[in-house]
């Protein structure tokens, strides 16, 4: 069974957007790990779970905390032990390590030149390895 790879692209706002995905997940009761392994980036994930969706919380801690079990959104810097294998949302420019453990892979790519270039070689990394991409198009969806 091979992983399923999404690619949601052209967000003008890449962490509001995977905040919003991230609703859309545990809203349907699916365990979260998300890869971020640059602390900038964790941090301003952390602060829009927060907010947003603006009538509720979104239950989330780093994968080291205490309460990592009992906690549906894990946010992590390292996958080398990864508390649970359905859904991986990567927010790294990389591609995520053993990604293949996982069932799906949510890549999620702002308008930003550097991150569509990266997002670009990523698609090619996994289509060279015979995975199917799905592509959503967030910029389409806003109008």
């Not at 545990?26 to 900038?40: D, F």
């Not at 930003?112 to 799905?134: M, N, W």
């Amino acid at each position: 069974r091979l992983t399923k790879i999404f690619f949601y692209h052209n967000t003008p706002d890449r962490i509001a957007a995977t905040a919003a995905l991230i609703g859309k997940a545990y809203a349907q009761g699916k365990p979260i790990l998300v890869y971020a392994p640059e602390q900038e980036t964790a941090e301003a994930l952390d602060r829009q779970l927060w907010v947003q969706p603006p009538t509720g919380f979104i239950p989330h801690v780093d994968a080291a905390s205490p309460l990592a079990g009992e906690t549906p959104v894990l946010i992590c810097a390292e996958l080398e032990t990864p508390a649970q294998t359905d859904r991986l949302f990567n927010l790294s420019l990389e591609v995520p390590p053993a990604f293949a453990r996982f069932t799906s892979v949510i890549e999620v790519v702002g308008q930003d030149d550097g991150e569509r270039l990266a997002g670009r070689e990523r698609v090619r990394f996994y289509k060279d390895r015979g995975y199917e991409v799905q592509y959503i198009d967030l910029g389409e969806a806003r109008r």
